[in-house]
């Protein structure tokens, strides 16, 4: 059983450029989520999404897009990097709103 | 503003002592509450989950916490750590769909 994987596990970018974070998890997990992880700043949330089709804002929203097409897969879109978006960023998935949530091994993007 | 407290950013405690880590809330009404705990090389996984019901909590790895509505609180607690239990502790609230974390404690443990 997979969990969440989420690819890569390393990125490095130059500002300016964008890519797609992946996030696919195989439990049938309605709800998902993306979060980064800054030290000294806990996880925050970028977005969420509560089944397929249907996606919103968390608290640091700004400079992501999302999408969810389909309940397994959940990518995190960064159009324009920016250093400011040097993180690790995790993919988490649950069965639920307000349960339990399942986290991926974390992606670590630098932006030069 | 709604937000979730951890006053402590750094614990030290010697092994076989008593733990409490300290978290504040502050959402209109009560929240669902979580502690997650994150370990090198283990991720993020879940210590324990409160929503109604019975205020003392138990959780795995000998974990409780304690939900006090008039303090908007719900502090982690262990009677005896372990040199295993050095790791970042997350306290998180679950409200109108999202799941907010705290900034961690970083639990240190001396031999």
Known sequence: ?112 | AQSVTQPDIHITVSEGASLELRCNYSYGATPYLFWYVQSPGQGLQLLLKYFSGDTLVQGIKGFEAEFKRSQSSFNLRKPSVQWSDAAEYFCAVGVSNKIIFGKGTRLHILP
């Not at chain 1, 439990?27 to 509560?50: A, K």
């Not at chain 1, 089709?53 to 324009?80: A, C, H, K």
């Not at chain 1, 993919?91 to 932006?111: D, I, M, P």
Request: proline share 4%; aromatic share 10%; net charge neutral.
């Open chain 1, 1 to 112: 059983n997979a969990g969440v994987t989420q690819t890569p596990k390393f990125q490095v970018l130059k500002t300016g450029q964008s890519m797609t974070l992946q996030c696919a998890q195989d439990m049938n997990h309605e709800y998902m989520s993306w979060y980064r992880q800054d030290p000294g700043m806990g996880l925050r949330l970028i977005h969420y999404s509560v089944g397929a089709g249907i996606t919103d804002q968390g608290e640091v929203p700004n400079g992501y897009n999302v999408s969810r097409s389909t309940t397994e897969d959940f990518p995190l879109r960064l159009l324009s990097a920016a250093p400011s978006q040097t993180s690790v960023y995790f993919c988490a998935s649950s069965y639920a709103r307000n349960e339990k949530l399942f986290f991926g091994s974390g992606t670590q993007l630098s932006v030069l």
